[in-house]
Nanobody, 122 residues
Framework: QVQLAESGGGVAQPGGSLRLACVASGSITSINVMCWYGQTPGKERELVAVETRVGPTNYADAVKGRFTISRDNAKNTVYLQMNSLKPEDTAVYYC????????????????WGKGTLVTVAS
């Protein structure tokens, strides 16, 4: 069973930084795509950043130049470095994994974590 667990959320001031982490567990050998989504109350989850195993990263226009997604394949962990935070970045951030290989079995997914809350306020 594939499980994702986010951490690193909290309260930051405008202009500040936070680093989110998402660890995937479950005898995983590789993950094709890992993403971060953000969700505010009453709205659907929106894609924030995408990191593919072979390919470029992509970002939502609202976070380009401020957020950086990266991955440590050895640790099955994806990070989201959030700099120059704005109040409108306040959201619950969810990690998603798509295309997970575990001990010779391939699962398409997607798999989701439970989310971590980021609050940007002065």
């Amino acid at each position: 069973q594939v499980q994702l667990a986010e951490s690193g959320g909290g309260v930051a001031q405008p202009g500040g930084s936070l680093r989110l982490a998402c660890v995937a567990s479950g005898s995983i050998t590789s993950i094709n795509v890992m993403c971060w989504y953000g969700q505010t109350p009453g709205k659907e989850r929106e894609l924030v950043a995408v990191e593919t195993r072979v390919g470029p990263t992509n970002y939502a226009d609202a976070v380009k130049g401020r957020f950086t997604i990266s991955r440590d394949n050895a640790k099955n962990t994806v990070y989201l470095q959030m700099n120059s935070l704005k109040p409108e970045d306040t959201a619950v951030y969810y990690c998603q994994a798509v295309g997970v290989s575990t001990a010779g079995v391939f699962y398409h997914g997607p798999y989701w974590g439970k989310g971590t809350l980021v609050t940007v306020a002065s």
